[in-house]
């Protein structure tokens, strides 16, 4: 079982950053990949980005290439999601996803989920 905490969202200016983190419970986390997804009201969840178990591989989508960050600290059972440069346009829910071994954009691979926590990007 994995428990995971999101962080870190609030209100921020177009061009500003937040750094979000998903905090877990367990001692296996370091063989879970971790995948980070948002969802606005009326919307599917979207893959924002991922990262490996080991964090040597990650992902991302296109809309957040160059701007955001995936990382994690196995020794503190954490992932973080850097944003720079955040746009109106990612404002949303941001959710933080864990599955054994790999990690994957798809968010039906994923078993374990965070609560959320809400980005608002003001213009």
């Known amino acids: 079982q994995v428990q995971l905490v999101e962080s870190g969202g609030g209100l921020v200016q177009a061009g500003g950053s937040l750094r979000l983190s998903c905090a877990a419970s367990?001692?296996?986390?370091?063989?879970?990949?971790v995948g980070w997804f948002r969802q606005t009201p009326g919307k599917e969840r979207e893959f924002v980005a991922a990262?490996?178990?080991?964090?040597?591989?990650?992902y991302y989508t296109d809309s957040v290439k160059g701007r955001f960050t995936i990382s994690r600290d196995n020794a503190k059972n954490t992932v973080y999601l850097q944003m720079n440069s955040l746009k109106p346009e990612d404002t949303s829910v941001y959710y933080c996803a864990a599955k054994w071994s790999f990690s994957s954009s798809y968010a039906t691979a994923y078993a374990y989920w965070g609560q959320g926590t809400q980005v608002t990007v003001s213009s």
């Open positions: 367990g001692r296996t986390f370091s063989s879970y990949g």
């Open positions: 990262i490996s178990w080991n964090g040597g591989s990650t």
